[in-house]
């Protein structure tokens, strides 16, 4: 089955990039249909939907952060990857990248999650 694990520092300076690599095993992230999300929890706050990745290497971002996110990919390590450009404090929270199809749209929207890591935004 679909295994993900997330990668990346845990400790981003303000006004740097967050960049972070969810490594997939168990499945291709060019299989038809498959979609690749970024999900991100900071402390005492719900889910937040980030963008995702799809199969044909399509990208769709939540409007709050369109102007900060980009998601890319690297088919030859099977690996997809989050930057997040120019970040606050606010944006400290633990990050997590998820499987999900695009035949079936649900919230959460798989039952496949990495197991997060927490990113830290400080000087």
């Known amino acids: 089955q679909v295994q993900l694990q997330e990668s990346g520092p845990d400790l981003v300076k303000p006004s740097q990039t967050l960049s972070l690599t969810c490594t997939v095993s168990g499945g291709s992230i060019t299989t038809s249909y498959y979609a690749w999300n970024w999900i991100r929890q900071a402390p005492g706050k719900g889910l937040e939907w980030m963008g995702v990745?799809?199969?044909?290497?399509?990208?769709y971002y939540s409007p709050s952060l369109k102007s900060r996110i980009s998601i890319s990919r690297d088919t030859s390590k099977n690996q997809f990857s989050l930057q997040l450009s120019s970040v606050i404090p606010e944006d400290t929270a633990v990050y997590y990248c998820?499987?999900?199809?695009?035949?079936?749209?649900?919230?959460?929207?798989?039952?496949?999650w990495g197991q997060g890591t927490q990113v830290t935004v400080s000087s």
């Open positions: 998820a499987h999900s199809s695009l035949r079936f749209i649900r919230w959460p929207p798989s039952d496949y």
């Open positions: 990745i799809a199969y044909d290497g399509s990208t």
